[in-house]
């Protein structure tokens, strides 16, 4: 099957990366979403939120003219979109099953073994965890050639980044389908292959390293945390005395038995700067986002990488 | 005297930093600036160079309509840049002295003894350093008050960062003069001020902590290094599990006698994916980085840091 041939998309788990990842899948017209979710409310919760992804997603042209509920109403009754009370019913047909369920093992070990009995045994399946290996996830399926990592940055719908991470069982084909399913002609995503699993994949370890050398220049007070912000905005990198600095760089700890003493200093900075942000702020921060995305992908090429 | 007031800035030491601050200081209007370095053929190389830094900084507008070399000519016909073969006659009307000579602690310290005798008592002296403290600078001369760090970002005319780093000796004076003369209205820069001197200061603590774990991964097999590339322009952070990630960071060394088989694979990668850059590729990467400054700055504010 290529990736061009329409797709029937079961899609496990609609928290807030669940529905920004239907959003993701329903901008492609040839792909048929089916969604489960064990809350007890899930239809009207995906009546009242799937429309606030798809207004700001890529396919936003087609729905903007009607009103929000409706355009969830109208992909139900067109056929493209189909809600379960089963997972059982919502992986019979799939020709790729995504899961985007708590971060814990345990529950995606089980997860995995009662969708292989479920899914066509040609459905490709996908994990969007940004922790949990395929190699620790695959453990209680059969054919371990089928799972691979396919990690989103939040939105998805939004952000061009996915990490995709097979397993040293994931099969070259399969792991090839995912990459290509995400670098269609016209898709605003950019999927990267790691060539091995590590803790917390290659994005999140990158911003992470960042991240803890800007906790300990806080917490040493060498700088605010609102300074810290606009130097971190302005920075894009130059040369130096890099040996003397990677010594001497900060180590933080963020368990709970560990020294966290830098955590109070900088949530409060953070919070005093900042305060908590209003509807209207998160709405400005994504449209910043899409800003962004649009200026690299506009401006400087959109150089989906190579195979 | 007030940052408004009119000020005379010698610059010691014109190479590329030196060329883009003069550019800096040139843009305004108020600025006379005095030059020096103890290349031989200094003054045909300051002709030759400097006219790029002007047809790209704040004050092209003025220039563009001139050939490149009068556009010097002009400015010392104006009587706004001096060209001096001493530094006693650099130094003598300085308002403010700002070197970017080499890295070497023992040249900036004696550079401070000479420019102390040669300059009015009243004269800030800033050093463009990317890693010596003013603290160790300062040692031989009598006024430690009077010197603290400017760190610019390459280049210092087109990046808004500059981090101001006093000693535990700096005058709070001296310091808010130099942090006003950044911030006056009009400018684009943004100086932030650092509570504490530390190795590296802050943005390339930054930078060469993201560098350190960017090249442990490419030593890894983790990613290329133009897959890594690509996910560190599309990265802009998220969360997941932190600790089980900074446990596991990686360690890379830059020293001669230690492991660096790292090196090696980054850089016959980075050759690989990228080439040498072409002038015209140098030349398009500086208007990118204008593109984002003028992005960063007219979009979302230029909220200049308070004191």
Known sequence: MSVTDPQRITLIGLGTIGMSMAALHLSRENVTVDVFDTRPDFDQYLFNTLPNFLDQGPSSANFKSQPSTSAVASLIASGRLNVHTSLETACASATIVQEQGPENLEFKQTLWAQVESFAPSSAHLWTSTSGIAASAQQQKINDKSRLLVVHPFNPPHIMPLLEIVPSPDTSPERLEFAREYFSVPGSKHRPV??????????????AFALLREACYLVQEDVVSAKDLDTIMKLVLGQGGTMQAVWDNLGKVNVLRNEETSWKEKVVSQVNEAYGTLTPGQ?????????????????????????A
């Open 193 to 206: 292959v790691l060539q091995k699993e590590i803790p917390g994949f290659v994005g999140n370890r990158l």
């Open 282 to 306: 998160v709405r400005e921060k994504e449209e910043r986002l899409k800003d962004f995305v649009a200026i690299q992908t506009k401006k400087y090429g959109h150089d989906v990488p190579e």
